[in-house]
Nanobody, 128 residues
Framework: QVQLVESGGGSVQAGGSLRLSCAASGLTRSTYCMAWFRQAPGKEREGVAR????????YYADSVKGRFTVSQDNAKNTLFLQMNNLKPEDTAMYYCAAVLSSIWNCRWKGRPETFTDWGQGTQVTVSS
């Protein structure tokens, strides 16, 4: 059973940075699509970034390209999201998610319903 635990959220001013972590346990030797999603109050959950564990290919939402970087530490089974130049519209609960996946599915199937395992979330608040 896969378990995901996020950490690193907090409150920052616009232009600041945060680094989110997601500690994963229960992963097998298979390849996964690991992702960060976010959900603001009253809004749908949206994908932020994904990484394919097979070759570290990454995919980003247009709204975060050039500001956010997703990465993984295979040895520690940890997923990261480095967030720079944060904006008030980045305020949301951030979730880590995982699914057994091919690279094709990781690239083209990034909707929340694709993912089978989720963390509890960590809050990010950006003030202007």
């Amino acid at each position: 059973q896969v378990q995901l635990v996020e950490s690193g959220g907090g409150s920052v001013q616009a232009g600041g940075s945060l680094r989110l972590s997601c500690a994963a346990s229960g992963l097998t030797r298979s390849t996964y699509c690991m992702a960060w999603f976010r959900q603001a109050p009253g809004k749908e959950r949206e994908g932020v970034a994904r990484i394919y564990t097979g070759d570290d290919s990454t995919y980003y939402a247009d709204s975060v390209k050039g500001r956010f970087t997703v990465s993984q530490d295979n040895a520690k089974n940890t997923l990261f999201l480095q967030m720079n130049n944060l904006k008030p519209e980045d305020t949301a609960m951030y979730y880590c998610a995982a699914v057994l996946s091919s690279i094709w599915n990781c690239r083209w199937k990034g909707r929340p319903e694709t993912f089978t395992d989720w963390g509890q979330g960590t809050q990010v608040t950006v003030s202007s």
